[in-house]
């Protein structure tokens, strides 16, 4: 299991900055980031390569952040990669809440994020197709 | 109840300064007799020394103990009830410092004092049983509804009660029934009339010829405003629901200065923070003993309204000394669409959930003449867990607490740590930028 870092922001101007520039200064490398929006605030959700030392750092500079666990599941970056992993998830019957990708190797690697209910039976039902669900991005 | 003059207790409208004293030298005494009937007051007379037979002047009021909010709060909810609980025939609450509210009961001779004192006010802003009254302030507990209810009733004017909102509801009864009269919080009189600009329509033709306006401060220019927008007159009105509620003190056909019922209320002004009494014409805390009240009689109630007496005789000839505007308090007592708002209370209701952390602030703006609260409040650091859900759920359920407790929806932000001013020494919890 992986972890993606949530970070609580008010909905104004110069949030996205604040939080690119904290990460970018640590040298912290964003690999995705997504923005769930609430009206008055919102929650990006940020994938990095390194999301323990992403939290220190922003909770460092006053930030509400937070890591929950995901499921990360390899790919390869190319047409047809994702059939394999998407088949498997709706064989299993298992509710998944949010999935997006992201490049690791143009035209070789990449990863699919996935969040549901049940993270531990996910990562067993791709495993089960013959992919691997990583644990780290090093 | 035969003619006008009973109704209002005309006797004592006509008393004389001397008469004033003399009678309240007879009623302290009487009053203080009361309370101490009470398992409250008997101990505090006790706990300070002074036996209530011993007074034999309004002077004398300065040998008892002066009673405040807190002790309200301390003897909730009948610690201070003189009668057995068979005996009352009503009660209100009001909001307390905290989510204790307090408590105030009414015996029938009460009741009867109270409609007489608010037929009173009416009668002298020139009401009479030919007028036709509208009551556009909130009824239930807040006493401002029934208050004035049963003054007008007592009066013999013919009352809708209407209660508050529903603006196009309010112009039409107004309209339909030849209103005269109405009683409301001058923000609300105010949104009214916008309101009726906004559509192309006149506040005047509706054909008011008095307003009685009260529950929260107001400025002169706002009065002024409000009589040229719609042509009628305007009164202030004064009231506490500790002193019953609205019908304790009420401006005359001259509207400058608002009579206070010396017969009913032994009243003192004290520097609030040695409670000693002030000098003449000064600025002091308004003190108020109830003469009048049988089941809960309340000795030096500490109001923290601050105003002074107006110099001289008023030209209506009346002897009951008249009080300025309200010209603050001295508490942090907010009030908000006439809603009686502490700080704490709010405070009270942030302080129960983890994921808010302890700074707040409170900013009050108007929106179309009304009142907007919006509470700020941090996201706790430490507590955020990532979840979307628990954010949205957290921010809908500290308005509906907020809801409870004050009565009123107010707004809330959630804002990021440390957005806030951080407060140095005495945090300032309160932004207001209404005028």
Redesign the interface.
């Given at each position: 299991m992986y972890n993606e870092v949530s970070v609580f922001v008010e909905n104004k101007p110069g949030k996205l900055s604040k939080v690119a520039e904290i990460l970018g200064n640590a040298g912290i490398d964003i690999l995705a980031l997504d923005l769930a929006d609430e009206g008055q605030y919102g929650v990006f959700r940020i994938l990095t390569a390194e999301p323990e030392r992403a939290k220190d750092v922003l909770s460092d500079a006053n930030v509400a952040v937070a890591l929950n666990k995901v499921a990360m599941i390899e790919i390869a970056d190319q047409p047809g990669g994702l059939v394999k992993l998407a088949k498997a998830l709706d064989a299993s019957g298992l509710n998944v809440s949010d999935a997006y990708g992201c490049i690791i190797e143009r035209g070789k690697r990449a990863v699919f994020v996935v969040k549901g209910d049940r993270l531990d039976a996910i990562e067993a039902a791709a495993r089960d197709a013959g992919l691997t669900a990583l644990d780290s991005l090093a | 109840m035969s003619d006008l003059d009973e109704r209002i207790g005309g006797r004592f409208v006509r008393m004389s300064r001397d008469e004033i004293n003399q009678w309240q030298g007879e009623a302290l005494r009487r009053s203080a007799m009361q309370a101490a009937k009470s398992p409250w007051y008997s101990a505090k007379f006790a706990e300070h020394g002074v036996d209530p037979a011993s007074i034999a002047s309004a002077k004398d009021v300065t040998k008892l103990p002066f009673t405040t909010k807190e002790d309200l709060r301390l003897s909730y909810p009948t610690g201070m009830l003189t009668v057995s609980t068979d005996q009352l025939v009503r009660m209100h609450t009001s909001s307390g410092t905290t989510g204790t509210p307090t408590a105030i009961f009414h015996n029938q001779d009460d009741i009867d004092c109270w409609a007489e004192l608010m037929a009173r006010c009416l009668s002298i802003a020139g009401a009479t049983s030919k007028d036709v009254f509208q009551n556009m302030s909130g009824y239930g507990m807040f006493t401002g509804g029934l208050g004035l209810h049963y003054g007008a009733e007592r009066l013999g004017m013919m009352v809708l009660p209407a209660g508050p909102g529903n603006t196009a509801r309010q112009i039409k009864l107004i309209r339909d029934f030849h209103v005269t009269c109405i009683h409301a919080t001058p923000s609300y009189a105010m949104h009214v009339a916008e309101r009726m600009l906004q559509e192309g329509d006149d506040p005047r033709s509706l054909g008011l010829k008095r307003a009685f306006l009260g529950a929260e401060p107001y400025t002169e220019e706002l009065r002024l405003k409000l009589q040229d927008v719609y042509g009628f007159k305007a009164y202030n009105s004064y009231g506490l629901s500790e002193m019953n509620g609205p019908g304790v003190a009420f401006e005359c056909e001259h509207q400058n200065g608002m009579h206070v019922w010396e017969d009913a209320y032994l009243v003192e002004l004290v520097n609030p923070e040695t409670l000693e009494p002030v000098e003449e014409g000064e600025v002091g805390e308004l003190v108020m003993t109830t003469l009048r009240r049988t089941a809960m009689p309340l000795i030096r109630y500490r109001t923290r309204d601050l105003t002074r007496f107006l110099d001289g005789e008023c030209p209506c000839g009346r002897a009951h000394r008249r009080l300025a505007r309200m010209v603050g308090r001295s508490d942090d007592m907010l009030i908000v669409r006439g809603v009686n708002v502490f700080p704490s209370q709010i405070e009270e209701v942030i302080m129960r959930h983890k994921w808010i952390g302890g700074n707040y602030l409170i900013h009050l703006t108007k929106a179309e003449a009304l009142d907007q609260m919006t509470v700020k409040v941090e996201?706790?650091?430490g507590e955020?867990?990532?979840s979307?859900e628990t954010?949205?759920n957290l921010?809908s359920e500290l308005q509906r607490q907020l809801k409870e407790q004050i009565g009123f929806t107010a707004v809330v932000?959630?804002?990021?740590?440390?957005?806030l001013p951080a407060s140095e020494g005495k945090a300032k919890r309160v932004i207001d930028e209404r005028q």
């Open positions: - | 996201l706790a650091k955020f867990d990532g979307v954010l949205r921010r932000e959630v804002m990021e740590p440390g957005s």
